[in-house]
């Protein structure tokens, strides 16, 4: 069962709070606990809809804050967002693996931790939150937890700046490059990162990791170079 505290951090933290509880019990219900106990109801066809929900909402963002893609890397970087990695790390950051209503067997199999799983309940939490709440309601949500990591560049692999920045600089020869961590938030996480070029400082990132604060350092002096 979803408990009380969970409800009051979805409330507290994300400002979701479900007209219908029965729909937020729904889309935590595997089909292995309702086939243990007649008469409650599994999240698959809450999955069903939850994903048409996100690849919509995703899409929408996209669409709106990167007006210089072209289709081809959008389909690309929303493949990205929406793939079982993506969803099922946002299923436990959000705390839903505690609250899945398992069968026996499932639970002794560790099912909880199942990556295919987790991006399941994600998808039915989502076309729960769109039925009882509506659009509006879920990108609040998706504002919260999914797209700030996509305006961080977390799922961007289209480009690697890195890579642009060094055959740009060591074009006449080898060029020292370094990325430094400079400043490190451990309760966001954050971190901000500075390029040096031949031991001269340069750029910095910020970033949820040093992967992303580096390449965001590398983009900005690829911006100065141009």
Request: proline content about 3%.
């Amino acid at each position: 069962m979803v408990t009380e505290s969970f409800k009051k951090n979805l409330k507290e933290k994300y400002g979701v709070s479900f007209h219908n509880e029965q729909l937020l019990e729904n889309a935590f219900t595997h089909s292995s606990y309702a086939n243990e106990n007649p008469g409650t109801t599994n999240y698959e066809k809450l999955e069903f809809l939850g994903d048409a929900v996100l690849e919509l909402a995703v899409s929408d963002y996209l669409y709106r804050h990167f007006p210089k893609l072209h289709e081809g890397e959008l389909t690309r970087l929303r493949s990205n967002v929406v793939r079982t990695e993506g969803f099922s790390k946002f299923a436990i950051e959000c705390g839903f693996p505690d609250q899945i209503n398992l069968g026996k067997g499932e639970e002794k199999s560790g099912a909880r931790s199942r990556k295919t799983l987790l991006e399941d309940v994600f998808e039915a939490f989502n076309g729960a939150l769109f039925l009882d709440s509506g659009m509006p309601a879920v990108q609040h949500f998706l504002h919260l937890t999914v797209y700030p990591m996509i305006a961080e560049g977390d799922f961007d692999d289209s480009r690697d700046y890195k890579t642009e920045l060094q055959e740009r600089l060591q074009v006449n020869g080898p060029v020292d490059i370094k990325y430094e961590v400079i400043e490190q938030d451990e309760t966001k996480p954050m971190f901000t990162v500075q390029l040096f070029v031949n031991g001269s400082a340069k750029t910095t990132g910020k970033g949820r990791n040093k992967k992303t604060a580096e390449q965001q350092a590398a983009s900005q002096e690829l911006k100065n170079i141009k």
